[in-house]
């Protein structure tokens, strides 16, 4: 089969025929790549940033956002759950299943992980993906006619700021707003399930660029700041929202700099929702936090029942996607353009 691996560190990824996994014995199932989602993660991953905390074997295949079809069906899976052929969308947060996070739903944030990609366990830059068990699969029906590039991106960029946006909702409602910062994969869903789970809020965007501020725009955000050509961020939201600020931000870029605009664009008792990945610490005023009692929440990635919501939500078209389809042998142009922030939406790999 062919794959996209990486053999060294910040050097692109060698595409080229392996065998095919030739052991879907258990509850593993054996699922054809139909799409898989090009993540910023992967960069970090593909840089060596993340070799110490995340230490892989190489050769090693990324792709932890993947769709396709079920292909070979292990003996111990429960007879009639899938058949060959099934759609499936493929929850990334593979647990061990039985710490307290896996008991409790979140097993993306199991004690002991085996991401897709992101461990030893290879992704889905590849025809073939060999998925541990079947609990990490969800059966996608036919209401929607959602495709395997839809769907890649759900189970990660589609699912992050879904999770996020959940956690403070009850903050938002009438006379309320929430600011997305950064218009790429998980913010152009984002601004989306603001609308969604917060329908009186006012939701604004902030992007660098004016092309992906005018896909937000056309995903549902009521306004947009440039954050490359403003005067000053701050002063555009306050008079955005009289002079309050926002109630919510949520930060799909997690920079030094996203993370010092978010906080000074919060209103008084406001929540700054973490979700991006790109680096540095998070560092809060310690006397503007207290005295106005601000809220600072991490947020990894979703839980299987908040996938099933979302590709719920996708399945009734609810939800609007973005994205560009590149074949395996163009995995390093796609790369490329995401290193240079000029892809609109989502980059998928069709194998
Ligand atoms: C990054 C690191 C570890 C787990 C998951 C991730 C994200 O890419 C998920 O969006
Ligand atoms: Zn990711």
């Keep these: 089969m062919l794959c996209a691996r990486i053999h060294d560190y910040q050097k692109p990824l060698v595409v080229e025929d392996i065998p095919r996994p030739s052991n879907t014995n258990g509850e593993a199932v054996l699922v054809k790549v139909g799409a898989a989602g090009l993540c910023h993660s992967d960069l970090h991953l593909i840089n060596g940033e993340w070799k110490d905390a995340i230490p892989l074997a190489l050769p090693k295949t990324p792709g932890h956002e993947n769709a396709g079809w079920v292909e070979e069906i292990g003996d111990t899976v429960p007879e009639g759950l899938f058949s060959k052929g099934d759609l499936v969308a493929i929850f990334g947060g593979w647990g061990c299943g039985i710490c307290k996070f896996c008991k409790s739903g979140d097993e993306q944030l199991c004690v002991a992980p085996r991401w897709p990609g992101l461990s030893q366990l290879d992704g889905g830059y590849s025809e073939y993906i060999l998925v541990p068990s079947y609990r990490f ?56 399930y ?58 799909t870029v997690g920079a030094e700099n996203t993370i010092n605009d978010s906080v000074r664009m919060l209103a008084k008792g406001g929540a700054l ?57 163009q995995i390093n142009q796609a790369i490329d353009q995401l290193r240079q922030g000029s892809i609109i939406g989502r980059a998928v790999i069709v194998p």
């Design 137 to 192: 699969l969800v059966k996608v029906g036919k209401k929607g006619g959602l495709v395997p590039e839809e769907l890649a991106p759900l189970t990660d960029a589609g699912l992050t700021p879904y999770r996020a946006i959940k956690k403070v909702r009850h903050m938002l409602g009438p006379g309320t707003s929430i600011a997305v910062i950064g218009m790429g994969g998980l913010g152009s869903y984002g601004i989306q």
């Design 194 to 251: 603001a609308k969604i789970l917060a329908p009186n809020s006012t939701v604004i965007a902030v992007d660098r660029n004016d092309k992906k501020l005018s896909l937000a725009k056309n995903f549902g955000a009521d306004r947009t700041v440039n954050s490359a050509t403003t005067k000053s961020i701050r002063q555009e939201v306050l008079q955005l929202t009289e002079g309050i600020g926002v109630d919510v931000v949520l930060d």
């Design 273 to 329: 929702v973490v979700v991006g990945l790109f680096g540095g610490q998070i560092k809060v005023p310690l006397l503007q936090a207290v005295v106005n009692e601000y809220q600072v929440i991490a947020s990894l990635w979703g839980n299987y029942n908040e996938l099933r919501e979302v590709i719920e939500l996708a399945s009734q078209r609810k939800i609007k996607h973005a994205y560009h389809s590149y074949s395996l042998k």
